[in-house]
């Protein structure tokens, strides 16, 4: 930022030294001219009249002596009054040359300090009517040093996708107005499970959107998801604020009504979420989850006992989810016996290994410490929603996490085992160790 103002401040002299060092130049050359004779200033020309008349009145005089009109002792007194009356008028005509200087020079810097406060005021309201400052700013923000990169790849190398979140939110910081660092703040953490960085990006591009008095309804249907998720797929007033907002703005926004449906089918309504998924599929019939939204739709209408009225091949279905399974054993590293408590909840869960695939996981499953060491088969029937299941990827990523908090979102102190990229069809018994700390 202060490689912007200097280069401001550079450009502003420049421009008030293009006005004003003409005047100087000029005055310099001017009191050249005057020294060297070659310039008649008011103060000679004066000087130059006054003695005109006196050397012509002088003449008079003697002519009236010559011819006796004036005896010589009035033509002596006359000339010495004549003296005087040049001394005088140089005098004051010094007195008063000096006078209009002082007040030209003094008009003459009046109008220098006018022009530099107005090059410098206009200069300022121009650019910010018409410059790009906030530009400056998220560049400036989002700059990454020969510091924050080493951090960055540090972090990178272990996997720390925390770290490297909290470090674009930290940048993101210094550039609040930064809508594109926002959302890729917003995607990337509801991706990883960082529900809580997730919901703070939503909420700035919220505020930068309502700014430009622009569409926000679809972000209050991604916050209230990623509020959701952050309180364990709980219908708190803070969700349901944001669902709120959303309808508001857009009775048919389309993030709020799979979330509800979402929320319908955990809760056991499941004609409601037929319903609502429905309603998406009218609205959106080329949406992106479409083939989710048709599997939501069948397992609700399986659970109601009605036969499934999708288009996708059934059979095909049934034989992926009945082959979708991956067995894990999850233990903990001995050491770390004495630095967790045997109620401490334990996670498992697998996610997708897609950057841009569903952000809840595909099956989860939650103990407490002292029931490990356990193994356990992960399936579609322990998927946290319906259009999110194992038997929809071929390789899942397997995090097994301890946290004291007991939420299932990853907070420094938690410790952590994981597995990536494991085949959700090979039969094989996955082994996990819970032994690093988040």
Do not use: C
């Amino acid at each position: 930022m202060n490689v912007f103002w200097l280069g401001s401040i550079l450009l502003l002299v420049s421009a008030i030294a293009f006005v004003v060092v003409p005047v100087f130049i000029y005055k310099r050359r001017e009191r050249l001219a005057v020294e060297k004779g070659s310039f008649t200033t008011s103060d000679d020309l004066n000087r130059k009249t006054n003695i005109a008349q006196f050397e012509e009145r002088l003449e008079e005089l003697k002519n009236e002596k010559h011819t006796g009109i004036l005896t010589e002792q009035n033509f002596t007194q006359l000339v010495n009054e004549l003296e005087k009356t040049l001394l005088i008028d140089v005098d004051s005509n010094k007195k008063e040359n000096f006078s209009n200087k002082n007040r030209t020079y003094r008009f003459q810097y009046l109008v220098i300090s006018l022009i530099v406060i107005f090059i410098a005021s206009a200069s300022f309201s121009i650019y910010s009517k018409l410059g790009s400052l906030d530009e400056v700013l998220y560049t400036q923000g989002l700059r990454f040093d020969d510091n924050d990169l080493s951090e960055a790849k540090l972090l990178a190398k272990k996997g720390d996708m925390h770290g490297l979140l909290e470090q674009l939110h930290s940048k993101l910081i210094k550039a609040p107005n930064n809508l594109e660092g926002w959302s890729l703040l917003a995607r990337s953490a509801l991706n990883t499970n960082e529900f809580s960085l997730a919901a703070e990006a939503y909420k700035q591009i919220i505020r930068i959107l309502e700014d430009a008095n622009e569409d926000s309804s679809a972000i209050y249907g991604l916050l209230a998801q990623s509020l959701y998720y952050q309180d364990e797929g709980v219908m708190t007033p803070r969700v349901q604020a944001a669902i709120d907002q959303a309808f508001s703005k857009d009775k048919n926004e389309l993030n709020t009504i799979s979330l509800l449906a979402i929320n319908d089918f955990s809760q056991g309504a499941f004609a409601s979420a037929i319903s609502r998924w429905e309603k998406i599929l009218t609205l959106a019939p080329n949406h992106p989850a479409k083939a989710a939204i048709e599997m939501g739709i069948a397992r609700a209408q399986t659970a109601l006992g009605v036969e499934p009225n999708v288009k996708s091949d059934k059979t095909t279905r049934a034989a992926d989810a009945s082959v979708a399974k991956i067995r894990v054993l999850v233990s903990l590293d001995p050491a770390l016996l004495n630095t967790v408590d045997a109620e401490d909840s334990v996670f498992i869960f697998a996610k997708s290994t897609n950057p841009s695939g569903p952000p809840m996981p595909l099956a989860a499953a939650r103990y407490k410490v002292k029931d490990l060491p356990v193994t356990l088969d992960l399936t579609d029937d322990n998927a946290v929603a319906p259009m999110a299941k194992l038997s929809q990827v071929s390789v899942a990523n397997i995090v097994a996490r301890v946290t004291k908090s007991g939420q299932a979102i990853a907070q420094k102190g938690d410790y952590q085992g994981r597995l990536d990229n494991v085949s959700v069809k090979d039969g094989k018994l996955h082994k996990i160790l819970i032994d690093q700390m988040l």
